[in-house]
């Protein structure tokens, strides 16, 4: 297949072997969520710390994800696409693998730096390198497909941890990881990527991103939007059996449970926003109308007290559909900046939305202390999404924009 045919055909190879990487990625990256309880029981962590040690980790991972984004992103831009995708894999792999042997809080603590680390990568590069592959009109396609095929990772982690014990479910995300190592020789580099390296030109300066006011402004409002993501999964969906007994459920909610329909939500609703983004040819419209409908379910989630699980799982799983920006989001987020800092932008977005995580679940746990955990979640909640709604608002439409352009 031809450059040209390729680009407009949204099921090529690149987006494929992208697509089966973030579906490893989503795996190994959201793994801990669902066997956060059994993982730290079986190290001797203690039932009433279990929310407390569960947000460290969960944390400690975040931080290792935020360092990642930048290297891996300033790397993608320095070195190429290629060569990024195929060490980052290879190092989560083998991190998550040694994730199974963890004896204390300590190693625990240190392997999801490690592999939060390694994580950090695959996205932003994967996504950078289908939207520079694909035509603009195509492209939204391509990123749509790699998103929505790849949480879907997340529900193989529930099925894996199901079947087995916690400590199995990491050696099989290790194991996937590596064996994806085989199909990414048949992806190349990208076209943008090779032309730009020809030219003098300054690639994946990640400080040029803070001495342009005009560039730095719309680099921070590409990670503001990000911001109900993880608030939504890091508070709301993992922290689910914490949210239940608050709100007097009938019946006890599992964690993981809630992690995996939250998943099965969020790949059904990245190909609804993502299409709606195409249909309406507009990336702000789509996140707009994302952003609303979060703030719908979130006040259902907040109103559920007394409900039964089933019911329960229900509003998590809607609020999903709804978290189904994340794709568009990556992909305004890419389509903002030029081709010698498009891999750092793309990389280090998400991982500054990850990071955030770490803040956002301190205002959680500092609101608690001084009222209750709902009125905690409802507070944090509401500033994060109302930030995002602002941030959509004040970006660039870039649903046909021309990418093949540098920063200058």
């Not at 599992?254 to 309406?280: E, N």
């Not at 909640?381 to 093949?404: H, Q, R, W």
């Amino acid at each position: 297949m031809d450059a040209k045919a390729l680009s407009k055909n949204p099921f090529n190879v690149v987006v494929i072997v992208a697509a089966l990487g973030y579906f490893v990625d989503i795996y190994d990256l959201i793994l801990f969520g669902i066997v956060r309880v059994p993982s730290l029981l079986a190290i001797g962590v203690t039932q009433d710390q279990l929310l407390v040690k569960g947000i460290y980790l969960l944390n400690i991972q975040m931080i290792g994800m935020l360092v990642g984004g930048i290297v891996w992103g300033i790397m993608g831009d320095k070195k190429g696409r290629l060569p990024v995708l195929f060490f980052t894999i290879a190092l989560y792999s083998l991190a998550n693998i040694a994730n199974g042997f963890v004896q204390n809080m300590q190693q625990y603590a240190i392997l999801r730096f490690i592999a939060g680390f390694g994580l950090a990568g695959e996205l932003g590069i994967g996504i950078t390198l289908v939207s520079e592959v694909m035509s603009k009109e195509s492209r939204g396609y391509g990123t749509t497909i790699v998103s929505g095929l790849g949480i879907a990772g997340a529900v193989l982690g529930f099925l894996v941890a199901d079947l087995f014990n916690w400590r199995m479910a990491y050696w099989v995300g290790g194991g996937l990881g590596l064996s994806l190592l085989l199909l990414r020789v048949s992806v190349f580099e990208s076209g943008m990527f090779e032309h730009t390296k020809s030219k003098q030109v300054s690639r994946g300066n990640f400080l040029s991103l803070f001495t342009n006011r005009k560039r730095f402004v719309k680099y921070l409002y590409c990670i503001l939007i990000g911001l109900p993501s993880w608030f939504i999964v890091g508070i709301l969906v993992i922290q689910a059996p914490e949210f239940s007994k608050a709100l007097n459920l009938k019946t006890e909610i599992m964690g993981s449970t809630a992690v995996m329909w939250h998943y099965v939500g969020i790949s059904l609703g990245s190909f609804i926003i993502g299409l709606i983004s195409q249909k309406l040819r507009s990336r702000k419209k789509a996140l707009l109308f994302s952003l609303f409908s979060l703030i719908l379910v979130c006040v259902w989630y907040f109103s559920a007290n007394g409900y039964t699980a089933n019911m329960f799982y229900f509003i998590v799983f809607v609020m999903g559909l709804a978290h189904g920006y994340w794709t568009v989001f990556i992909t305004t987020a890419s389509e903002q900046f030029g081709t010698n800092l498009r891999a750092t932008v793309t990389t280090t977005v998400p991982n500054f939305v990850r990071g955030a995580i770490v803040p956002i679940s301190m205002a959680v746990l500092f609101l608690k202390a001084k009222t209750d955990l709902l009125t905690a979640g409802v507070i944090v909640g509401s500033v994060c999404i109302g930030i995002a709604v602002f941030s959509t608002f004040m970006i660039d439409e870039t649903f046909d924009k021309d990418l093949d352009y540098i920063e200058e």
